[in-house]
């Protein structure tokens, strides 16, 4: 006769009454330490969140109030400053024209280089008033070799190119632009630009720069603004696009209107010579050398003027792996900078008070900070914890008015992407776990606080991807496709979505399953572009 065995059966007693026991005590530990312990913390934690949201908030609607005015009220660059176009004299020729140094750092740009090269010699500038410095710090002889035959080629055509390289990368782009600058060549520039590598800037970009300065004894950086030939390429394009042009439509612009101040982005700006020598030079004391250079020259007195107009066609990375690593340079690089110069700043005699506070509090501390910690710490963390404990309340304007209101103001720079905000806003959050973990590692000078990853640049790459004899990257690489934190977090997420829709009262689960799928997307890396060559 078949006995009927149970699942409960076939595990012997002494296990049973093990787990149960096991199980029981744990229950024990939990309601023993969650009252006088983790309520009291999780209530603090969820405080300071709330306390983070409001500064970001009030910084948003600063910067949305002060656009607003900016567009309706303010007057353009052209007629808050001196400008006339640089045109030749008679008498003098082109000596009327300012002598300008154009640099192009590269390293390793097989896809791009002659991108920047041939956009810097297309420049409509006297040829005998300009000056290409590449500078060169690639490792790959190859590449190395057809650099300097480009440019070599240029210089048959009469152009003033010079192809520089270095012993060693000592200071990374700083050392190269800072070695350059000393070259006997270049004493007699004046100005001088620098484009990245995948840079094209138009043929009128200097005639419309370089009056700023000439006319201004006061500027010493006329910035211009990036737009993006691949935004299209793939959703994670896209959403970088997003993010971009609210820096550029806002921040920058207010920061240039109102207190002749931001951040040099790098690339696509032209600096006078005599401002970057009085504000100490290149350092490479950072990851970020352009906003550390831009901070020291503001507090020298000098100032800064942004042209939105004034366009740069660039390209944004679009494999994860590249972007995780710029994303970490530009997270760690800020927070590393202000741990070093906070103080300098304050103590600082030839600036206003409002320009400090402005410097300190709003561009360091809110955006390069408390915007990376509030998102991670707040929406993937401690909202998710008050759902397992109860005796927490998180008030709805925090959790959720407040965050969309913020959100749709980041949407104001690219208004054709408001339908992809709500993908936007999920992404952002997973990102905000590399870009807090950054920030703590700048701020505490830790292990990767000054490491340096030169941004891939794909170039034409894609377009040729049907080419039969260019060589398969693997589809699946373990060591660049799976990122156990973030899985983990989406394990995490996944559990409180549970747990929220079973016992909650909030319905939060919908938001955490749809931030767990996110997780684990980006988790097992399908985010951005294969790239068929390896």
């Known amino acids: 006769m078949a006995e009927e065995v149970t699942a409960t059966a076939m595990i012997p007693e002494t296990f049973q009454g093990a787990r149960d026991d096991m199980a029981g005590q744990i229950g024990v530990i939990w309601e023993l330490i969650k009252a006088p312990l983790i309520v009291p913390l999780l209530r603090v934690s969820v405080y300071v969140c709330l306390a983070m949201t409001l500064m970001l908030f009030m910084e948003r609607l600063y910067m949305g109030v002060v656009i607003i005015l900016v567009k309706l009220f303010w007057k353009k660059p052209d007629k808050r400053y001196k400008w006339e176009p640089i045109s030749e004299d008679l008498e003098i020729g082109n000596e009327a024209f300012p002598v300008v ?17 041939g956009a810097a010699c297309n420049l409509s500038w006297p040829s005998d008033r300009l000056v290409i410095q590449v500078l060169d710090d690639s490792t790959d002889p190859a590449v190395k070799d057809m650099v300097e035959k480009e440019c070599q080629r240029c210089a048959s055509k009469g152009i003033n ?41 138009e043929p009128d970009y200097l005639r419309r720069a370089i009056p700023f300065l000439a006319l201004n004894p006061e500027i010493a950086l006329v910035q211009g603004r ?51 020598n009085e504000a100490g030079g290149w350092k490479d004391r950072t990851t970020v050398e352009d906003m550390d250079l831009a901070v020291r020259a503001s507090l020298k007195g000098w100032k800064f003027v942004y042209l939105g107009d004034l366009q740069v066609k660039s390209e944004l990375p679009s494999t994860f792996k590249a972007f995780r690593f710029q994303q970490h340079r530009w997270s760690c690089g800020p927070a590393n900078l202000f741990r070093k110069m906070v103080m300098e700043i304050i103590r600082n005699k030839k600036v206003t008070l409002f320009k400090k506070v402005y410097v300190i509090y709003s561009f360091f501390f809110v955006r390069k900070i408390i915007a990376h910690m509030v998102t991670f710490f707040f929406f993937c963390v401690v909202l998710p914890l008050t759902i397992l404990v109860p005796e927490v309340e998180v008030p709805k304007w925090g959790a959720i008015y407040i965050p969309c209101i913020i959100t749709a103001m980041n949407s104001v720079g690219t208004p054709r992407s408001v339908h992809l905000l709500f993908y936007w806003i999920l992404f952002e959050n997973v990102m905000s776990l590399h870009r807090t973990k950054a920030t703590f590692i700048g701020l505490l000078e830790a292990g990767r606080a000054n490491e340096w990853v030169v941004t891939e640049k794909l170039g034409d790459t894609l ?21 156990l934190v973030e899985l983990g977090f989406g394990a995490f997420l996944f559990f409180c979505g549970c747990y929220d829709f079973l016992y909650g009262k909030h319905n939060y689960f919908i938001y955490l399953f749809l931030q767990t799928l996110t997780f684990t997307i980006v988790g097992f890396g399908y985010v951005g572009t294969i790239v068929p060559g390896s």
């Open 101 to 117: 140094l154009v640099q192009i750092p590269m390293f390793n740009e097989r896809e791009v280089y002659k991108i920047s090269i």
């Open 161 to 201: 190119i010079r192809y520089q390289i270095r012993e060693n990368r000592g200071g990374y782009k700083a050392g190269a632009l800072k070695e350059g600058l000393k070259r006997d060549y270049v004493k007699h520039c004046e100005y001088v630009v620098i484009f990245d590598a995948d840079f094209r800037p």
């Open 226 to 276: 990036w737009r993006f030939v691949n935004s299209d390429e793939c959703l994670l394009t896209r959403m970088q696009e997003m993010s971009l042009d609210y820096h550029f439509t806002v921040e920058q612009e207010v920061g240039s209107s109102t207190h002749a101040f931001f951040g040099f982005n790098g690339t696509a700006g032209v600096w006078r010579i005599a401002a970057i």
């Open 463 to 483: 377009k040729n991807k049907s080419n039969p004899k260019a060589p398969k990257r693997p589809l699946f690489r373990i060591g660049d496709r799976i990122h």
